[in-house]
């Protein structure tokens, strides 16, 4: 019955009628009890009215009582309260508290059921007193005398019967107000939404029938033009239409998209998605076969100078050679200029490599394309040797694809494990780069710069040391060093450290001698950046030291260009007093151009050649030319790597004087370096007094 009435399968006008009537009920009923409870609560304001009238009523006949102690007197005058359920029980008192007169009322308990304690107003019984006085004549005059008191003791009882009865009484009228509401609003729902709702409902169930019959007619509905139906019904008609359409160009879609899921659209070869395809299959068959990576040198040039559209060429005639060339094998673009063959039953070098020879030279005919040929890089990898998956092939053809392109493209190379693990911590080497520009996850150590014939400090080499976190994964800070040159990131971390060098200088100048520098190196990328000049003046100003106190060392290991910003940097700073030393001169890019064209205040010579001193002939004879052309220019030379006195004494013998190596001190901390300064000085100080 329940589900009939609300039921999701009963028509919407018997649900709405259905919810309407239970809502009334429950509505009256829930009324009509809250006013028979607030009803109630009247009623016993009521009743204290009347029980404190009738014992305000029998005062001064229970004062005669009390005085006069007639029990007598005073049970008649309590028998009026008998049969009262007001009192539980009414007493006469004298002056003592003794009782003088006293009745008891049997109490008369209905059970009340649980929820009726709830509605019910609660009161417990209310006790009565008055006190009683009579007048006497005393000293010539009448005085009032207290002679005992009146105590009742009131019942509040509601009992269950006066509330169902009161509740009954109202929830007669309140239903029937409520129920001729709900009985008003359904025959308007059903006027004015369920009539013309089933109206609608029946042309749809009619039209579909007609539908298919093809024969189908647009929805109309009298009456309702205007308003939420007519919308209704034009929207249902529109929507037909549109589906309609939309599922004829859905198949047409569908059709194309079948076409066009597994096929390159500009080359008509498999895409990538057809290629993992077919490598999932021929894994699982355990059969052996070659995967070869191709990649066409230079392609992103040529689009560049010749535009995409003669790229697209260029595209479809490498696929057509290597439909030709390669006929057996399954060959897929899966990206750009890259393609991927794969060639079944080749597993030997050799046999591969003689196939893919002619590759790497293409002739192209010129008729549209502006060039008469194109080279290829060329990776290869074997299944099941080099991958037993698709990504694990894909992986070793990448790889493979990448050494051919290092070795210097339009070669053929074959994965390598060894080329895969330098990849891998290449790519170890620049997270760990680019955490440290994030975090700033570093420390600066500084070497000291000695002076041979004094023994005192004059400067400071700043070198970057990993902190602990890094060392853990086994990246040296030359290797980060190096990929920042490679990848560029140079820059942003050469801003770093100068920033930190800066810092820690700043911290310990006044303990310093007046001519200390402290040496930064920075590569030639960073030095003609953008903003280099302002991030120096910025470091300087920020921490208070002078730009005079900075030695700029330039490292030979990437090339200088040649460039106005090169120029006006360079003067900038020898205006600004910084020194600019190159570093480890003999083993880079410099040359005798260097020297003229830059100026350089100060060469340093690597140490891999005052480590041969002083029994290497070629050393000593380098050595002698650097500083004949460093007095002849005017600039200073710093020996690196001195480690042993032997060294020393070679070097202050041929008019050398500024040195760096473990031999006078490893890389110290900031905090090392200083108490070296101060132990320095302390000797030197020592030997003068002496």
Not at 39 to 67: G, V
Not at 666 to 687: G, N, W, Y
């Amino acid at each position: 019955m329940i589900s009939k009435l609300f039921g999701t399968e009963a028509p919407l006008l018997r649900r709405f009628v259905a919810s309407v009537m239970l809502l009334s009920i429950i509505g009256g009923l829930v009324i009509s009890i809250v006013i028979a409870t607030a009803k109630l609560n009247h009623l016993n304001t009521e009743k204290e009215q009347a029980a404190r009238l009738q014992l305000e009523n029998i005062l001064d006949s229970a004062a005669y009582a009390a005085f006069n102690l007639d029990s007598a007197q005073g049970l008649s005058l309590l028998k009026g309260f008998e049969g009262d359920h007001l009192f539980q029980a009414v007493i006469i008192f004298d002056n003592y508290e003794d009782v003088v007169a006293s009745i008891e009322q049997p109490s008369e308990e209905e059970h009340l059921t649980g929820w009726m304690h709830y509605l019910l107003p609660v009161h417990e019984n209310f006790t009565l007193s008055y006190p009683l006085s009579f007048k006497i004549y005393r000293d010539s005059q009448f005085v009032d005398q207290h002679v005992g008191n009146l105590i009742g003791k009131v019942s509040f009882h509601t009992s269950e019967s006066e509330f169902y009865d009161l509740v009954s009484t109202i929830c007669l009228s309140t239903m029937v107000e409520v129920l001729l509401i709900a009985i008003i609003l359904s025959i308007f729902f059903h006027n004015q939404i369920g009539r013309p709702l089933t109206k609608i409902i029946h042309s749809i169930e009619k039209n579909a029938k007609l539908e298919r019959q093809k024969n189908a007619r647009p929805l109309e509905i009298n009456g309702h033009e205007n308003d939420e139906f007519g919308l209704l019904v034009n929207a249902y008609n529109n929507s037909v239409q549109q589906a309609v359409n939309y599922m004829r160009e859905l198949e047409c879609a569908k059709a194309e998209l079948k076409a066009l899921s597994e096929i390159d659209p500009l080359t008509n070869v498999s895409n990538r998605r057809a290629l993992l395809g077919e490598l999932n299959t021929l894994c699982n068959n355990e059969h052996p076969f070659a995967l070869v990576s191709l990649d066409i040198d230079y392609f992103g040039g040529y689009n560049d100078a010749n535009g995409h559209q003669a790229g697209d060429i260029l595209l479809v005639r490498f696929a057509n050679v290597l439909k030709q060339h390669l006929p057996q094998a399954s060959i897929s673009r899966t990206g750009g200029d890259e393609f991927v063959c794969i060639i079944p039953s080749l597993y030997h070098q050799q046999s591969v490599e003689d196939l893919l020879m002619p590759l790497l030279n293409i002739a192209v005919k010129e008729d549209v394309v502006s060039t008469p040929w194109l080279s290829t890089s060329i990776g290869v990898a074997f299944f099941p040797e080099n991958g037993q998956t698709p990504r694990q092939l894909l992986h070793a053809t990448d790889i493979a694809l990448y050494v051919a392109k290092e070795a210097g493209r339009r070669c053929i190379r074959f994965y390598d494990k060894d080329a895969d693990i330098a990849r891998s911590n290449r790519e170890a080497v620049r997270k760990a780069l680019q955490r440290i520009i994030e975090t700033k996850e570093f420390t600066l150590y500084y070497q000291p710069k000695v002076s041979m014939k004094t023994g005192l400090v004059t400067g400071c080499e700043a070198l970057l040391r990993l902190n602990h976190s890094e060392r853990q994964q086994s990246v040296a800070h030359v290797d980060i060093v190096e990929e920042a040159e490679r990848t560029g990131l140079i820059v942003a971390l050469g801003r770093e450290i100068m920033r930190r060098a800066f810092l820690d200088v700043s911290q310990v100048m006044e303990h310093l001698p007046d001519d200390f520098r402290f040496s930064v190196n920075v590569s030639p990328q960073q030095l003609t950046s953008e903003g280099f000049i302002a991030e120096l003046l910025s470091c300087s100003e920020d921490n208070d030291v002078p730009l005079q106190s900075l030695d700029i060392e330039i490292t030979e290991s990437s090339q200088m260009i040649n460039t106005d910003s090169t120029y006006k940097v360079r003067n900038w700073l020898k205006n600004a007093g910084v020194t600019v030393s190159l570093d480890d001169f003999g083993t880079g890019f410099a040359s005798l151009e260097y020297l003229l064209t830059y100026g350089f205040d100060q060469i340093k010579i690597d140490r891999q050649f005052t480590q041969v001193l002083p029994g290497d002939d070629d050393a000593k004879a380098i050595f002698n030319v650097v500083k004949y052309l460093a007095d002849k220019l005017d600039m200073a030379v710093i020996a690196e790597g001195v480690e042993t006195l032997d060294q020393e004494t070679y070097l202050l013998n041929q008019g050398f004087e500024l040195a760096q190596g473990y031999f006078y001190a490893k890389p110290l901390t900031i905090e090392d370096f200083m108490r070296f300064v101060a132990s320095r000085q302390a000797k030197h100080s020592s030997c003068l007094d002496s």
